[in-house]
């Protein structure tokens, strides 16, 4: 079993920063794939951004420039920085990994989930 554990969510005020972090453990072969997407109240779940294993970045057109994703293959590790938070950025952060726990399979995984609320 894999676990993606999400930290770093909380209250902001707007045109502050927050640095999200997700960290997988478990039975893990190898991780493909990571990256961060978004879920605002009464509204459809959002990429944010995604960062594969050659660390190339894709970004949701309106977080490009104020968003960076990265991510530490050593500790299995995936972190958004947010910049320019605005108050529509407020919305459940979910983290999503492409896990292979052993050979030959792929999984899709997600975290829980952590809240990132900015005020106005």
């Known amino acids: 079993q894999v676990q993606l554990v999400e930290s770093g969510g909380g209250l902001v005020q707007s045109g502050g920063s927050l640095r999200l972090s997700c960290a997988a453990s478990?039975?893990?072969?190898?991780?493909?794939?990571m990256g961060w997407y978004r879920q605002a109240p009464g509204k459809q779940r959002e990429l944010v951004a995604t960062?594969?294993?050659?660390?190339?970045?894709n970004y949701a057109d309106s977080m490009k420039g104020r968003f960076t994703i990265s991510r530490d293959n050593a500790k299995n590790t995936v972190y958004l920085q947010m910049n320019s938070l605005k108050p529509e950025d407020t919305a459940v952060y979910y983290c999503?990994?492409?896990?292979?726990?052993?050979?030959?399979?792929?999984?899709?995984?997600w975290g829980q989930g952590t809240q990132v609320t900015v005020s106005s």
């Open positions: 478990g039975s893990i072969f190898s991780i493909y794939s």
């Open positions: 960062i594969p294993t050659d660390g190339s970045t």
């Open positions: 999503n990994a492409l896990v292979a726990p052993d050979p030959g399979h792929e999984y899709d995984y």
